[in-house]
């Protein structure tokens, strides 16, 4: 999607501020002993009261209102029978609609203390994702993101998964420009001023690429190695990245 008028930009950050409400809420509400199941839930109830509808759900027919993925799963986690324990890593990822507008955050969370080298990477993982919205901006290569968070990860000992990438969204949940990669790459398109995308890179110590599991949803890094991911939905304006998935 393109943003051409003003009333679209509001009614993109009205449901940008949806998904990043629910999506902190479910973060706060994570217990030990809880299962991804009753997490979901939690965010099903949001969405609702809003007024908003799962894109997942609607779009693909998943069976979730949320994907939450835990530890080994990367992405795209079916909420289950799953109990979160003490020293996971949580990925929630909420991405819903209203009044025709789609919007996509996610974050990875630590339950309890985790391994330093847990706690680096979800730091990272963050960074990562900020220093790709950093190369947002109206006339800027679409490469400038995926190389900027390239170098970033290889300074750091890190790996990116390739074959998850960024996109375009706004109408719907996935669309032109289609992919967006966020490691190095040769992509010869330019940022028009009021794309909507999102940035979402998945960094990794060892992972290259995603493989999915037996039940058709489930993501898990191959090789085998903890991922973590972190999403905003942003708008490319002339002074740079405008982010509309933020609490509020």
Avoid at 7 to 25: C, H, P, Q, S, W
Avoid at 104 to 130: E, H, I, Y
Avoid at 212 to 231: K, M, N
Wanted: net charge neutral; hydrophobic share 40%.
């Amino acid at each position: 999607m393109t943003i051409t008028q003003e009333d679209e930009l509001n009614g993109l950050k009205e449901i940008g501020r949806i998904v990043a409400n629910t999506m902190r809420t479910m973060a706060k509400a994570i217990e030990p002993g809880m299962t991804t199941l009753e997490l979901d839930r939690i965010g099903a109830a949001l969405l609702e009261a809003d007024d908003a509808v799962s894109a997942p759900q609607s779009t693909y027919g998943f069976p979730g209102a949320t994907c939450i993925s835990i530890n080994e799963e990367i992405a795209h986690g079916i909420p289950g029978t799953r109990v979160i324990q003490a020293g996971d890593l949580v990925n929630i990822d909420v991405s819903a609609s209203k009044n025709g507008f789609f919007a996509d955050t996610g974050a990875t969370f630590r339950v309890g203390p985790v391994k330093p080298s847990l706690n680096r990477l979800c730091r990272d993982g963050n960074r990562a994702m900020q220093i790709g919205i950093a190369q947002v901006g109206a006339g800027k290569p679409l490469a400038g993101i995926g190389k900027a968070i390239g170098r970033f990860a290889n300074s750091r000992g890190y790996t990116l998964i390739r074959n998850l990438a960024s996109h375009g969204v706004g109408r719907a949940l996935h669309e032109e420009p289609g992919e967006i990669a966020t490691w190095p790459n040769r992509d010869r398109r330019r940022i028009n001023r009021g794309l909507v995308l999102t940035v979402e890179p998945f960094l990794s110590t060892g992972g290259l690429w995603a493989d999915q599991g037996a039940d058709g949803w489930t993501l898990y890094s191959s090789p085998a190695a903890p991922v973590v991911q972190y999403e905003h939905t942003v708008v490319a304006t002339d002074r740079g990245a405008m982010i509309v998935t933020m609490p509020g």
